[in-house]
């Protein structure tokens, strides 16, 4: 079966710009969770879909974010305007159940200049 | 809240040595261990788990037993190849009640020379 799928995989923008990031889950896989890491920190946890619904947001930094899941497919990921801080590589991940082990994409490396 | 401790790298070795990669968490629940590794220009990959006290993940010669007593989760490899040069995240995710999102350590670079 294919793999998580995330595009693009290196974006550089400029500063209160707006980026997009997409994720394509595994086929039948109902949760989708989005992590990020920052460079010399830890990968966070941002958000959590089953389907099309969110689960858990609590990871969001801001209202500069916005995710979605339409169709509980593929989900996007938008960062409105952009600034310094959002630079990192943003990881997505899907699993079949709740308990069972996340899949993740290759990460989408993020530049804010 | 929980969390995840790792030891900090970057880790060292020559080809055939024998690997360990400390990892302890606190959490209020009973959670599930994992590490993950992250191969250069690549996405992360599930390495082992384990799911409960005891339990003994391995994979690739790789194996890492929760220890609930000392909440411990540290990663071993008795002879590391050079392919084995990758970043382990040690992580863990409490399956008790709806949270499901992973608490991720820093992760440790191991680079392996021949």
């Known amino acids: 079966e294919a793999g998580v799928t995330q595009f693009p995989s290196h974006s550089v923008i400029e500063k209160g710009q707006t980026v997009t990031l997409r994720c394509d889950p595994i086929?039948?896989?109902?949760?989708l969770y989005w992590y990020r890491r920052v460079m010399g920190k830890e990968i966070k946890f941002l958000l959590h879909f089953v389907k099309e619904s969110k689960q858990d947001e609590s990871g969001m930094p801001n209202n500069r974010f916005l995710a979605e899941r339409t169709g509980g497919t593929y989900s996007t990921l938008k960062v409105q305007p952009a600034e310094l801080e959002d630079s990192g590589v943003y990881f997505c991940?899907?699993?079949?159940?709740?308990?069972?082990?996340?899949?993740f994409g290759d990460g989408t490396r993020l530049s804010i200049l | 809240g929980d969390s995840v401790t790792q030891m900090e790298g970057p880790v060292t070795l020559s080809e055939e040595a024998f690997l360990t990669i400390n990892c302890t968490y606190t959490a209020t629940g009973y959670p599930s261990l994992f590490w993950y590794v992250q191969y250069p220009g690549e996405g992360l990959q599930l390495l082992l788990k384990?799911?409960?006290a005891d339990d003994k993940g391995s994979n690739k010669g790789f194996e890492a037993t929760y220890r609930k007593e000392t909440t411990s989760f540290h990663l071993e490899k008795g002879s590391v190849q050079v392919s084995d040069s990758a970043v382990y995240f040690c992580?863990?995710?409490?399956?008790?009640?709806?949270?499901?999102?992973?608490?991720w350590g820093l992760g440790t670079s191991l680079a392996v020379n021949p």
């Open positions: 992580a863990l995710s409490d399956y008790a009640g709806n949270n499901r999102k992973l608490i």
């Open positions: 991940a899907s699993s079949r159940t709740g308990n069972q082990p996340q899949h």
């Open positions: 086929s039948g896989h109902d949760n």
């Open positions: 384990a799911t409960k």
